[in-house]
């Protein structure tokens, strides 16, 4: 007969050794987990198209999208959504809706002659005004960072938004990321924002010339704008940020347009402008979807290839209606609606595309608890 100590200490050991092997394949799950991306461009008032989407995306998913994606950015409008999606209560959608309608009005007061004066066309207390009313900056006066966004109960996703950095030692203007968490170990892309205040970081990535004042760092002082200027879509400085984030994870990128002219030969109709750097810089803005035609090309040639041998499994999306061409600074309610009419009727002859995204990202735990874990 085995004597009572001995048959405790072997039940014991193989107690042991089941859990040391359940939490070698949980390890080994959680390393294999997706983490997913959401990458929004620019666009100014053309972001209603991409809010369309957004908004098929969270329907089909029946959740924040905060809770669905470990990485959320954006630059100009689509920084600003990125900001209400990652520091919502909920849905954020609805909040950067009444958001671009405060900027519709930004532009209809903006002024040619203020532009003479001030050398920016939209008035800069009502610019810093609107930035303060959002409800991104009424919950968190500073940009919280993951870890304070989980002790808050809501999901912990990591935020960054695009700027355009002027350089103080050469005077050019360099892409600049404007992060909620410390930059990562090889990271190629400059900047955080830990302790920003959360409207300067709203207007940073938003701060469009000719129309909209340029935005003083409070660290250094450094002078940031629009980051549509260098990088309208943010999927390539995404796709490079996760991979610094999540060495050899398998990464979901879905990267949101703002919309492709239909008509992309048509001529651009800038507005009167006071000196050829503006009208260049305007023309620019207004052709920031070939920017982004040049990303979305260089994440299929280049970095997904690269991403089959560093993180394998990971898969990418975009996500962009073709549309009527449009200003960044268009006012009527009419054209932005056709503009939303547009984005609506690609979302319902590409329901097996957003399907296909959804099923992907459902597939996963939500990442709450991964960004815990990472911090």
């Known amino acids: 007969m085995v004597p009572a100590v001995t048959l405790c200490a072997v039940l014991c050991a193989v107690l042991c050794a089941t859990l040391l092997l ?27 198209s991409g809010t369309v989407i957004l908004e098929a995306l969270e329907s089909r998913l029946q959740r924040p999208l905060s809770e669905s994606f470990d990485l959320i950015c954006g630059t100009s409008a689509g920084g600003i959504a990125a900001m209400h999606l990652a520091l919502a209560d909920g849905s954020g959608i609805g909040e950067f809706r009444g958001t671009l309608e405060a900027v519709r009005g930004l532009f209809l007061r903006r ?34 960072t993951p870890a304070e966004l989980a002790a808050a109960g809501r999901p912990a996703a990591r935020l960054f938004v695009v700027t355009s950095r002027q350089s103080p030692e050469d005077g050019e203007f360099y892409p600049h990321l404007l992060r909620n968490y410390p930059r990562p170990p090889g990271a190629p892309v400059p900047g955080s924002a830990c302790g920003w205040p959360t409207d300067l970081c709203m207007r940073a990535t938003s701060s469009a010339p000719p129309f909209f004042a340029p935005v003083d760092a409070p660290d250094d002082g450094a ?9 309208n879509s943010p999927a ?35 507005s009167a402008m ?3 750097f503006w009208l260049k810089t305007l023309v620019g803005l207004q052709l920031g979807w070939r920017q982004t035609d040049g990303a979305h090309e260089a ?7 690269l991403l089959a041998a560093t993180n394998p499994g990971s898969r990418y999306w975009r996500l962009q209606p073709p549309i009527t061409q449009t200003p960044i600074y268009e006012t009527d309610p009419a054209v932005l609606g056709r503009l939303e009419g547009e984005a609506a009727k690609w ?16 597939a996963r735990a939500r990442p709450r608890q991964e960004s815990k874990l990472h911090g």
């Open 22 to 48: 359940l939490s070698a394949v949980l390890r080994r799950q959680q390393r294999c987990r997706p983490l997913a991306v959401l990458s929004i461009d620019g666009g100014g008032m053309k972001g209603v």
């Open 111 to 144: 002024s040619t002659l203020r532009q003479l004066r001030e050398g920016y066309q939209c008035d800069l207390s009502e610019s810093r005004r609107v930035a303060r009313e959002t409800p991104p900056h009424r919950r968190h006066a500073t940009v919280p």
């Open 223 to 231: 002078v940031h704008v629009d980051g549509a200027l260098l990088a």
């Open 236 to 270: 390539e400085l995404a796709v490079a940020e996760a991979r610094h984030l999540w060495p050899g994870r398998p990464l979901l990128i879905i990267s949101v347009g703002s919309g492709r002219p239909a008509d992309a030969g048509a001529p651009v109709k800038p």
């Open 274 to 276: 006071t000196s050829v």
């Open 299 to 305: 994440i299929l040639e280049t970095h997904m290839p």
């Open 347 to 362: 979302v319902e002859s590409n329901g097996a595309q957003l399907d296909d995204i959804v099923a992907a990202l459902s």
